[in-house]
């Protein structure tokens, strides 16, 4: 099994949003290049090579036909920073895929971390330099242990696609293991409001046979236990 992590916020009603139709149908927000997080995305160098203006033309036209959708591996999902970053700070979900299908197996990728950007050579097929840049970053990103699914058509749009089966959500337990805990909840509207929207999901997750799990930190990483 090909065990995927996709982080989603419940911090607000605008997140709530996003990540509710992802229990509900199983579909995927996939993105253009330009509109993820990190700066340096796509951004390649040319090795040695009397490389010409068409080519970094042709380069540009073909990231642009891609369709992106970013998840995490299980080291990932481990790493308390990443639920900081992605899971507003611990009011959210880590939703849990299995994407096993060989078909789209192929089209999930490994992020390769590296000390500078994709190197592109001369003589490089355009297919196989195109992907090197998206799925190369900088080692800055490494604890994100990401996997990255590509989808490419010619004038891709942003859209929901179907990556892979969900099996599982784990939500964030913030605040959960201190003596004031219901004091937190009480004074923190942020956090009461967090869990209101957790329950939802929670509802729709046992209509449709899916686990739910509580993700607490223990010592230094995540761990993940059945919700009570």
Not at 194 to 211: D, S, T
């Amino acid at each position: 099994m090909t065990r995927l992590f996709k982080f989603r916020s419940l911090e607000n009603d605008v997140s709530f949003k996003y990540t509710k139709p992802i229990v509900e149908k199983g579909m995927f927000y996939c993105n253009k290049l330009w509109n993820l997080n990190d700066p340096m995305e796509g951004i390649f160098r040319f090795g040695s090579g009397p490389f010409t203006r068409e080519q970094l033309r042709r380069v540009f036209s073909r990231k642009n036909e891609f369709l992106l959708c970013s998840f995490s591996g299980i080291y990932g999902f481990k790493k308390p920073t990443m639920w900081g970053y992605y899971a507003g700070g611990f009011k959210g979900v880590a939703i849990e895929v299995d994407a096993s299908e060989e078909f789209r197996l192929r089209q999930i990728h490994k992020i390769q971390y590296e000390t500078n950007v994709a190197e592109l050579k001369f003589d490089q097929h355009l297919e196989e330099a195109t992907r090197a840049v998206l799925t190369t970053k900088l080692r800055s990103w490494e604890i994100e242990n990401e996997y990255r699914f590509l989808h490419r058509e010619s004038r891709a749009q942003p859209k929901e696609i179907s990556i892979g089966k969900v099996i599982a959500l784990h939500f964030g337990c913030p605040f959960d293991d201190v003596l004031n805990d219901h004091h937190i909840q009480r004074e923190c509207e942020a956090l009461s409001k967090y869990i209101e929207r957790q329950k939802v999901l929670i509802a729709i997750a046992k209509e449709r046979g899916i686990p739910c799990f509580a993700a607490r930190i223990k010592g230094h990483e995540v761990v993940s236990e059945p919700l009570v």
